[in-house]
T-cell receptor
Framework: GENVEQHPSTLSVQEGDSAVIKCTYS??????FPWYKQELGKRPQLIID?????GEKKDQRIAVTLNKTAKHFSLHITETQPEDSAVYFC???????????FGAGTRLTVKP | NAGVTQTPKFQVLKTGQSMTLQCAQD?????MYWYRQDPGMGLRLIYY???????DKGEVPNGYNVSRLNKREFSLRLESAAPSQTSVYFC??????????????FGEGSRLTVL
């Protein structure tokens, strides 16, 4: 089955700096790669996703890049703000209900 | 719309006790899920229901049972709780289109402690 590894496990940046979180996956048939943000004590919420027919997707300060050959994808947050502080989870899936696998999470802290 | 609601938010059990976590969604989604979240391990799928009337095992089903009561409701039951089931449980739903699952909408979570 799919295995997703996520790095780093913790990341601390100064407000205004960029943050990058990287994930690798094992199943070459995976074609859907979402990112979820979970604030402390809250539910995970989707912030951006990408499908394997595109290499990059942007939404304001957030972007995701996908390298299918190397089987890795990354989340980029620019101009970080304190409200970006949260745990971020990557995931990979073939698109079926039972095969989405999550990374272990990255705790991002943005220092004012 | 309330989205996905689950109860209870907190529960403390003794080893061997049973309990049911309730979940309901008002988004008319076909698919519903139960995940557990443990420190350093991300979210792991316990059981899922691709449509009303069907349920299937996920990655970590042992010690759990589920019921898809109707399209809105999906419950998770622990028949004989064990300390290893101490975790935060999330219910989720999604609208599957064709072969592709969509965004997962999560409930607020239920923190379960088994002593």
């Amino acid at each position: 089955g799919e295995n997703v590894e996520q790095h780093p496990s913790t990341l601390s940046v100064q407000e205004g700096d960029s943050a990058v979180i990287k994930c690798t996956y094992s199943d070459s048939a995976s074609n859907y790669f979402p990112w979820y943000k979970q604030e402390l004590g809250k539910r995970p919420q989707l912030i951006i996703d990408i499908r394997s027919n595109v290499g990059e997707k942007k939404d304001q300060r957030i972007a995701v890049t996908l390298n299918k050959t190397a089987k890795h994808f990354s989340l980029h947050i620019t101009e970080t703000q304190p409200e970006d502080s949260a745990v971020y989870f990557c995931a990979a899936s073939r698109g079926r209900e039972d095969d989405m696998r999550f990374g272990a999470g990255t705790r991002l802290t943005v220092k004012p | 719309n309330a989205g996905v609601t689950q109860t209870p938010k907190f529960q403390v059990l003794k080893t061997g006790q049973s309990m049911t976590l309730q979940c309901a969604q008002d988004m008319n989604h076909n698919s519903m899920y139960w995940y557990r979240q443990d420190p350093g391990m991300g979210l792991r799928l316990i059981y899922y229901s691709a449509s009303e009337g069907t349920t299937d095992k996920g990655e970590v089903p042992n010690g759990y049972n589920v019921s898809r009561l109707n399209k809105r409701e999906f419950s998770l039951r622990l028949e004989s709780a064990a300390p290893s089931q101490t975790s935060v449980y999330f219910c989720a739903s999604s609208q599957t289109r064709g072969l592709n699952t969509g965004e997962l909408f999560f409930g607020e979570g239920s923190r379960l402690t088994v002593l």
